[in-house]
């Protein structure tokens, strides 16, 4: 039996489906190249679907995308629908219902991409954040008193547990092993002001690395700081571990400095099970339909499935077929409506790449 593969396709809203339809491009292209096969569905979840019927995400889905071994979601977001519905009733929805406890975000300067940092190249940022995905300000826990009164009470709740933390803990430990380059792990927290939640935090890295992770040199950043450092001393970090709302605000930061939304991908993980791949950008539903905006990033959020599906070197293709293509500077500029080429064209352009690698390996 030759490797086979399902995946669930959530295009989603806006630009979603056109970078979703890009990256499935380059998918097919590697399994042809690199002998897989692969099954897909396509779910048409999202904000034209919420103001249709009123359904965010079915039960009945959640138990559906148990059965496929990757999900890849293109963006979701609907300027018609309240902020925080489709966000809560689908992206998050998934991540939580399906315990995808890590959220593997790099941040990685590619040659030929303008970094806006000055006197930093490509050999200074490359890093990986690993955000924890299912706890902290995003449990949903909280609510209002007296609302809309002038007494109004509001609480939101950053539920952190020991068993969450020690298991993100640990996948960051052990790919900092895995890439083998400082072999360090910094913690980002805010361990002087959070002082119960990131002190669970700050205990656990500590003695799951002393105990495990001997080889790992630990390090530690205050948030604040860690922003001024991302800008400063890029070249500074290897793996950094974060909570789920920290893991948000510098991993956009991050996408800035190694050239954009436009280049971010990132993988919603739970090692052994059904996991989600998306590019970090949203849906931009201003340039629905118009073949303008770059697919780069969904194209590495699907070199991060191909990974994850155990396809190495297929994975390691198509992120060489990225480089290579921005490396030859083809591409005028990576904002919307800019590049000289429209999505599909780019889509293109690094398939042919790809199958270019595959024929000469
Ligand atoms: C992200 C997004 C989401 C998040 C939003 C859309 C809920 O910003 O994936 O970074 O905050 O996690
Ligand atoms: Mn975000």
């Known amino acids: 039996m030759g490797r086979r593969y399902r995946i669930a396709e959530l295009p989603g809203d806006g630009i979603g489906p056109e970078v979703t339809d890009e990256a499935m491009k380059v998918v097919r292209t590697a399994a042809e190249v690199f002998g897989f096969d692969y099954e897909s569905v396509r779910y048409d979840f999202g904000g034209e679907r919420f103001l249709r019927t009123g359904e965010t995400l079915p039960d009945s889905a959640i138990s559906e995308f148990r059965e496929f071994d990757a999900i890849f979601l293109g963006a979701i977001g609907h300027p018609e629908v309240a902020p925080g519905i489709l966000e809560k009733g689908i992206l998050l929805k998934i991540r939580f219902e399906l315990d995808l406890y890590i959220n593997l975000r790099p941040v990685k300067l590619y040659p030929g991409v303008p970094c806006p940092l000055v006197g930093k190249g490509p050999e200074d940022i490359d890093f990986v954040v690993v955000r924890e995905n299912t706890e902290g300000l995003y449990s949903g826990a909280g609510g209002f008193q007296y609302k809309g009164t002038p007494q109004e009470v509001s609480t939101q709740i950053h539920i952190t547990t020991r068993f969450g933390v020690e298991r993100v803990v640990r996948y960051a430990f052990e790919l900092a092993r895995k890439r083998n380059k400082k072999k360090q792990l910094h913690l980002v927290a805010k361990t002087n002001v959070l002082t119960y939640v990131h002190d669970t935090w700050w205990r656990t890295f500590n003695e799951v690395g002393e105990a495990d992770y001997p080889d790992i040199k630990r390090e530690y950043a205050h948030v604040d700081a860690a922003c001024m450092w991302f800008v400063k001393n890029p070249e500074w970090f290897d793996v950094i571990v974060t909570d789920n709302q920290l893991g948000d605000i510098i991993t956009d930061l991050g996408a800035a400095i ?72 083809r591409i005028r500029d990576l904002a919307a409506g800019r590049m000289g080429y429209s999505t599909s064209e780019v889509g293109d352009m690094i398939a042919a790449e790809l199958r270019r690698l595959g024929s000469s390996s």
């Open 258 to 329: 190694q050239g954009g939304m436009g280049l971010a991908a990132s993988g919603n993980l739970h090692p052994g099970r059904v996991s989600m791949f998306e590019p970090i950008h949203g849906s931009a539903p201003r340039y629905t339909g118009q073949g303008k905006i770059n697919p780069i990033a969904a194209i590495a959020a699907a070199g991060m499935m191909l990974d994850y599906l155990g396809e190495a070197e297929a994975a390691q293709a198509v992120e060489q077929a990225i480089m290579n293509v921005l490396a030859s500077g």
